[in-house]
């Protein structure tokens, strides 16, 4: 791990080479979209540097990867799946990092829907309940761990609509089509509190924390572009840009 630090120090100082400047394939969980199009953009204005950003569930592209997806860097959702490919050889060793810790929320685009302490959920009025795949999506696995803790999950599960990923999860409360859902903090946030409709932010006791985690994959082994990323990613820029959608560090 000391190696691996001295190294992305020392490619630090050559970040700003135009000479150099490169491109770095980035697979990203969906509830970091916002804030990574926004470091991505500082990245590529601060070191020459591009991301090809590419958004969806932590567990569809842990299978892209494996069918030889050439993503060179993972920013996950989970600390799971870039621990499995760092053991089984998918992932230089000793890259990973967690870059944010997320949150979960109850949100509905209808402003007083839900109440400040998610009572909404044992009331039940309400058709349809959106949440993300949880066999794919770890946002998605968090919901169904917060029904269980409130011994709500059978008498809610009728009433789930499953996105393909916390965006699609997102969308489906957006447009009206499920009146409530488990999303990502970061979707809904804006200048430090939920932009519209009404929520509740899942109290962390009935969740275990979501650490997400970024890891060097093979492909991007040794490449300037993505050892860059992964040092801009610790910036104060980045870290500042990141907690401003909610997270924790």
């Known amino acids: 791990m ?54 969806g569930a932590t567990g569809k592209f842990y ?12 920013l996950a959702a989970d600390a799971t799946t870039p621990a499995k490919l760092e053991q089984e050889g998918a992932a230089v060793a000793g890259t990973r990092f967690t870059y944010a810790v997320g949150k979960l929320v ?21 058709k349809h309940l959106a949440l993300a795949n949880p066999k794919t999506a770890p946002y998605g696995a968090a919901a169904i761990e917060v029904l269980s803790q409130l011994k709500l999950l059978d008498a809610l599960a009728p009433k789930f609509v499953q996105g393909e990923n916390i965006t699609q999860t997102y969308q489906f409360v957006a447009s009206g089509n499920a009146q409530l859902g488990f999303v990502a903090l970061s979707q809904v946030l804006e200048g430090g509190k939920v932009a519209e409709g009404s929520a509740w932010v899942v109290a962390q006791h009935l969740y275990q924390p979501l650490r997400q985690d970024a890891v060097v994959l093979t492909a991007g082994k040794g490449k300037l572009a993505t050892l860059a990323l992964m040092v801009f990613l610790k910036s104060k820029k980045a870290q500042e840009e990141i907690l401003s959608y909610g997270y924790t560090l």
Do not use: C, Y
């Open 63 to 74: 299978a892209q990867i494996k069918n030889g997806a050439p993503f060179e860097l993972l």
């Open 106 to 126: 109850l949100w509905s685009a209808q402003p007083g829907f839900i109440d400040a302490q998610g009572e909404v959920l044992r009331k039940g009025n309400f």
């Open 2 to 55: 000391q190696r691996f630090k001295g190294l992305l120090a020392m490619f630090a100082l050559a970040l700003a080479s135009p000479a150099r400047a490169g491109e770095v394939r980035v697979a990203v969980a969906s509830n970091f979209t916002a804030p990574m199009e926004a470091i991505a953009a500082a990245f590529e204005r601060e070191t020459g540097h591009k991301a090809l950003l590419s958004f």
